[in-house]
C-alpha cells in the first residue's frame, strides 16, 4: 500500500503536500518572494525538481526543500548536486512551521558556545588539538532543524544543524541563519566593521529567531485554512 498527500491549492499554485502549502503562508506573511517548482534539473542521472527558491533572482536567493522528517542521505545528496550544479545554496527544511526554540537572548556568548569543556583530539597538520566534549546546555532542549548545502560542495562550519529563520534588527531582512544569529547580514557588506559597531553594536551573539514579524509568520502559517480540507490540519 502506498499513501500519497493531496494536492493544497494556496495562493494560485497547486502545492503537494499541505506542509509545503504552509511554509508558503510563512513566507508571503513576512514579504519573502518565492517560487514554487520553478525548474525541474536531472542530478547525477536522477530527476529532480526542488520545491521553493527563496528570494528568486536576488542576492542571497536559496533552494528551499521541505521534508515531513529527517532527509535521507539521498535527499540531501540530491539538494548537494542542486546546489553544485546552480551555483545557489540549498537548505533541506525538516522541523515543523512553529518557533524552532525559546527566547535565548539572555545567553552571553560563552553560554552559547559552550565550550568551557574540553577535550583534546590528534590532528595531522596541528597536532593535539582542543575540542569540545560538550554540546552547549541550551541545545540539548532542541532538535535540529535542516541542512545546508553550498554550491562550493564544502561543508560549512555547520551543515546539519540549527538553522533558523531570522531577522536583521537593522534591515529586516530574514534568512536561515544558524542558532538565529544576525552575525553579518549580507545587507551590511558595504559597511566597514567599526561602522557595524557604531551604528548597530555587537551583532553577536544577537538572536533573532523571535522577531514579532518571524513569531507572528510561524502563527499564520499554523492556523491557515486551505480549501479542501475542513481541520486545517
Ligand atoms: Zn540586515
Redesign the pocket.
Known amino acids: 500500500m502506498t499513501i500519497q498527500p493531496i494536492e493544497t491549492r494556496y495562493a494560485g499554485h497547486r502545492f503537494r503536500s499541505r506542509l509545503e502549502a504552509r511554509w508558503a503562508v510563512f513566507m508571503d506573511h513576512m514579504g519573502i518572494p518565492w517560487d514554487y517548482e520553478p525548474q525541474g534539473y536531472v542530478v547525477d542521472g536522477t530527476p529532480y525538481l526542488p520545491d521553493f527558491l527563496v528570494y528568486p533572482g536576488q542576492e542571497g536567493q536559496f533552494w528551499l526543500e521541505i521534508k515531513g522528517g529527517f532527509p535521507t542521505k539521498d535527499e540531501v545528496a540530491k539538494a548537494q548536486g542542486l546546489a553544485i550544479g546552480t551555483e545557489i545554496t540549498a537548505f533541506v527544511y525538516w522541523a515543523k512551521p512553529e518557533p524552532p526554540a525559546p527566547d535565548l537572548s539572555h545567553l552571553t556568548e560563552e553560554q552559547l558556545n559552550g565550550w568551557d569543556q574540553t577535550g583534546y583530539v590528534w590532528t595531522d597538520d596541528c597536532g593535539w588539538r582542543e575540542y569540545p566534549t560538550l554540546p552547549p546546555a541550551w541545545q540539548l532542549d532542541l532538535w535540529p532543524t535542516a541542512y545546508r548545502l553550498n554550491p562550493s560542495g564544502k561543508p560549512t562550519k555547520i551543515k546539519s544543524g540549527f538553522h533558523w529563520w531570522t531577522e536583521?534588527?537593522?534591515?529586516?531582512?530574514i534568512r536561515l541563519a544558524v542558532s538565529g544569529q544576525?552575525g553579518y547580514?549580507?545587507?551590511?557588506d558595504r559597511m566597514t566593521s567599526e561602522e557595524i559597531h557604531r551604528k548597530v553594536g555587537r551583532l553577536y551573539p544577537r538572536f533573532g529567531h523571535r522577531a514579532p514579524r518571524v513569531l507572528a509568520a510561524y502563527n499564520a502559517a499554523k492556523s491557515a485554512r486551505f480549501e479542501h480540507g475542513q481541520s486545517g490540519a
Open positions: 536583521c534588527a537593522v534591515c529586516g531582512h544576525q547580514c549580507p545587507r551590511f
